[in-house]
């Protein structure tokens, strides 16, 4: 089992950047795929980035690559995006996710309860 705790979010404007931070507790964290997803207003949750194991690959929706950057720490068990150029559009609750990998939420296990980001135009 692994406990996940997302933190940073908040309010800003549109161009600033923003880092968010997903700490595990609980199973060896190196052991699983991690990823970011979010649920904007009104919407359906949609994946944003997904990190394997090692870090070594990163996966990226199309409407935040080039501005957003996940990476992970394995020896703090944390697990980061950082989100640059923010735009309204990119006003959602987001979560990090534990398990294989990928970018369907089918193939995670382990979820946080997000943490709410908010661009202002």
């Known amino acids: 089992q692994v406990q996940l705790v997302e933190s940073g979010g908040g309010l800003v404007q549109a161009g600033d950047s923003l880092t968010l931070s997903c700490e595990a507790s609980?199973?060896?964290?190196?052991?699983?795929?991690m990823g970011w997803f979010r649920r904007p207003p009104g919407k359906d949750r949609e994946f944003v980035a997904a990190l394997t194991q090692s870090g070594g690959n990163a996966y990226y929706a199309d409407s935040v690559k080039d501005r957003f950057t996940a990476s992970r720490v394995n020896n703090r068990n944390t697990v980061y995006p950082q989100m640059n150029s923010l735009t309204p559009d990119d006003t959602a609750v987001y979560y990090c996710?534990?398990?294989?990998?990928?970018?369907?939420?089918?193939?995670?296990?382990?979820w946080g309860q997000g943490t709410q980001v908010t661009v202002s135009s």
């Open positions: 996710a534990a398990g294989m990998g990928y970018t369907e939420e089918r193939y995670y296990d382990y």
């Open positions: 609980g199973d060896t964290f190196s052991n699983y795929a």
